[in-house]
Each structure stands twice: as structure tokens, then as C-alpha cells.
């Protein structure tokens, strides 16, 4: 696979729905050796960070009536969170420039943070109209 | 017979399989939604650690759906939310990544592409938000958060670290 047909491939797994690396690893099996070949790549690639994870959870079940570890989970996710907050604020720097896109994620917050509205109906408004504007714009 | 919990969980995880764009961490609202608010299998507290849990442990962001899974209905559970979440689109990548080439250059598709960038910007954002209401109990919480944030945005220190050192301050009581 040259790097281009990665290039590629990935763009087309961030763009399809659905988690970005199951569906890279579907990809990229299918290539190789059609359905047989993307289950082996999506086993391949979940298969230990799976039980990796369940073993991490079992262990905090395990020890998680001591003070220490209770509280440093907490301050894991504390800083995971603001992990998250850092990704969506690089995201959105590129797209400062154009306010039809500062209106959609505007838009997209306030629906998903503050009113807590049911995601589907959130699509079912944002994307079209986004993708909308988009056409519209486009050179 | 095929327990009630496992079936519900396939409902819904399987309901999230095509809302997911941008990859999980922009779905978090909506898995809070459901698992929290909806269906109350997980607490806020339960859902925070479920988080810290996936976001510590090697592998993709979805993890997070195990851990949900896994807390609501054991060994069992983690697997029938994970394959839930990724079977339907699973099949539908499949099918599409066939036909892509046609379509490559397509208008419609930069369109698609270029519209949806912001949609999941504003979800990733909403994500932090929910996750910081749901995990920050205390104002040094709220801080660790902000700071993280800010250190993540103007270094390139890997990411790894702050949850390193996150854990070394809060098992010493700092939070």
C-alpha cells in the first residue's frame, strides 16, 4: 500500500460513520482478503486493548474501596476530560475563519452540551444543513 | 434465553453504531444520555471512572463502550456492547469502501466532508463539557481539567503523561 492509498483510505474511515479505527482496520482487511480478511484486522486490533481494558476494570473493581485509587481515577479523568476539551479546540481553529462553521459547532454545543438534546435529532438537523452550506460555498 | 440487561444493551449501543461520526470521543453526550440518564446503569461517578479507565488504557478512544458494557453486565456484557456499537457500520464500510473509487472525486462528497468537519467539532466540544460536569466534583478537579487543556494545546508533551501525572497527584490526595 503506497502512502497515498493510506492517505486515502484513512480520510474515507474518519469520514464513514461508525468508530474511526474499526473502520480503518475493515479497510484495509478487505483489501487483502475480503470479509475473512476484515475480521481478522478488526480482531487483531481490538482483541488485546479489549481484554487489556476489562482486566484494568476488574483490578479498579477489585481495589477500588482504597481512598488513593479512587481518587486518582478521578484525577485521570479529570485530565482525560481535559484531554478531550484540547482535541475539539485544535479541531476547531482551522475552521475559526468561516462562520457558517463557527455557527454549526456553536450550534452543535449548545444542543449536545447545554439542552442535552437526543443526538439523532441533532444530526438529523446539523448535517444536512451543513453540508448544505458547504455545497453552497464550495469553489 | 438470552438475558434482558444483554439485550438492552445491544439496543442501545447498536442504536449509537451509525450516529457515530467523528469517532466516540464526539459521542459521549449521547452515551451519557442513555446509560446515565435514560437507562441508569451507570452512575455519574461510575460513568467518570468507566472514562478515566478507557482513556488510560492503550487502544482506540471506544474502549470506553466496553467498560459501559462491562460494568453493566460483566465479561458478557463488554462484549455484546463492543460488537454492538461496531457491527452495523462495520458491515456498511464494507459494503461502501467497495464502490469508493466512483465516488472519490465526487462534489458531493467534499461537501459531505467539509460540512460534517464542524458537526463534529461541536460535538467533540459538547463532549468536554458533559464529561467535565460529569467527572469535576471539586474546583481543583475543574483546575486539573483546565490545565491539562492549556498544557495540551501549547506543548507537545504526549498525552500519556498528564494521565500519569494525574494519577501520582490524586492518589496523594491533591483533588
Known amino acids: 500500500m503506497t502512502e497515498r492509498e493510506f492517505t486515502e483510505l484513512l480520510s474515507l474511515s474518519q469520514f464513514l460513520p461508525g468508530p474511526n479505527i474499526i473502520n480503518m482496520s475493515i ?3 478487505s483489501r487483502y482478503q475480503g470479509p475473512l480478511g476484515s475480521l481478522a484486522a478488526c480482531l487483531g486490533l481490538m482483541l488485546m486493548p479489549f481484554l487489556i481494558v476489562l482486566a484494568l ?3 479498579y473493581g477489585r481495589f477500588a474501596t482504597l481512598d488513593a485509587v479512587r481518587e486518582a481515577t478521578a484525577a485521570v479523568s479529570s485530565a482525560a476530560t481535559g484531554l478531550v476539551v484540547a482535541m475539539g479546540l485544535k479541531m476547531a481553529r482551522p475552521l475559526a475563519g468561516t462562520a457558517w462553521q463557527v455557527a454549526i459547532v456553536v450550534l452543535g454545543f449548545v444542543a449536545l452540551a447545554l439542552l442535552r438534546v437526543p443526538l439523532l435529532w441533532a444530526l438529523a438537523v446539523l448535517a444536512p444543513l451543513a453540508v448544505a452550506c458547504a455545497w453552497w460555498t464550495r469553489r | 434465553m438470552i438475558p434482558p440487561p444483554l439485550i438492552e ?8 453504531s451509525f ?3 467523528g469517532g466516540v470521543n464526539a459521542i459521549i453526550p449521547e452515551i451519557h444520555r442513555r446509560v446515565v440518564d ?3 446503569w451507570l452512575t455519574d461517578v461510575d460513568f467518570a471512572q468507566a472514562f478515566a479507565i478507557s482513556q488510560a488504557s492503550p487502544g482506540p478512544n471506544m474502549l470506553i463502550v466496553s467498560v ?3 460494568k453493566v453486565y460483566g465479561f458478557l456484557g463488554a462484549l455484546v456492547a463492543t460488537v454492538a456499537i461496531c457491527l452495523p457500520t462495520s458491515v456498511f464500510t464494507y459494503a461502501v469502501s467497495h464502490v469508493w473509487n466512483r465516488f472519490r472525486d465526487a462534489p458531493l462528497r467534499a461537501a459531505i466532508q467539509r460540512g460534517l468537519a464542524p458537526v463534529t ?3 467533540v466540544l459538547a463532549s468536554g463539557y458533559v464529561l467535565a460536569r460529569t467527572a469535576d466534583e471539586t474546583w481543583v478537579a475543574y483546575g486539573i481539567t483546565v490545565i491539562t487543556a492549556a498544557l495540551a494545546l501549547v506543548t507537545r508533551v504526549h498525552p500519556l503523561w498528564f494521565l500519569v501525572v494525574a494519577a501520582v497527584l490524586g492518589a496523594f490526595g491533591v483533588h
Do not use: M, S
Open chain 1, 57 to 59: 476494570a476488574a483490578l
Open chain 2, 19 to 21: 450516529l457515530t461520526i
Open chain 2, 38 to 40: 435514560i437507562e441508569h
Open chain 1, 27 to 29: 479497510i484495509v482487511g
Open chain 2, 68 to 70: 459501559i458494557g462491562w
Open chain 2, 9 to 16: 444493551l445491544a439496543e442501545q449501543f447498536g442504536a449509537l
Open chain 2, 121 to 123: 467539532v461541536g460535538l
